[in-house]
């Protein structure tokens, strides 16, 4: 089985999660950019997914081209390893986890929850964790990347 880190980048900070293929999340968080590149230049991970920008035709802004640098820079790291990057649309996620393009953030977040067979409550709580114990805000979209991603590994071996 395979090791993925997955990303949700951002312009200043990105969310993280090191995802095994089994359906075990190992670590996740958020960070600043420059530590990402740290914990990517050093990861034991074999794989790295990361949410690929899309433009649908509107107006963006200074953050959205600095997030495509970020996403960029991470890309280039994990080459200059001699690896190449899964990139992921957001689109993919919706398709994967949800069955429509439509999804938004409160219904991949509940098949995800669904997928590992948590509850809603038990992702917070300590005393009676479920496997998604500690996952939260930019976090959710790199756990959404991560299973993706190993779901397009699976049908291309």
């Not at 080459?79 to 409160?106: E, F, I, N, Q, W």
């Not at 409550?121 to 991560?146: D, F, M, N, Q, T």
């Amino acid at each position: 089985m395979t090791t993925i880190l997955a990303i949700d980048p951002g312009n200043e900070e990105s969310g993280w999660c090191l995802y095994h293929t089994d359906g075990i999340v190992f670590g996740s968080g958020v960070k600043p950019n420059e530590i990402m590149l740290e914990e990517i230049r050093y990861s034991a991970a074999e794989e790295l997914a990361i949410e690929r920008i899309a433009s649908y035709g509107m107006a963006v802004g200074r953050e959205v081209f600095e997030t495509c640098e970020w996403a960029g820079e991470f890309r280039g790291l994990w080459r200059l390893r001699g690896k190449s990057a899964h990139l992921v649309y957001r689109k993919d996620v919706k398709m994967h986890l949800c069955g429509t393009p439509r999804a938004k953030d409160a219904n991949i977040r509940q098949a995800l929850i669904d997928l590992f067979g948590g509850k809603e409550k038990a992702v917070r709580r300590k005393a009676s964790p479920s496997p998604l114990y500690g996952v939260k805000s930019h976090v959710w979209p790199a756990l959404g990347v991560a299973v993706t991603a190993a779901q397009k590994l699976k049908e291309a071996a």
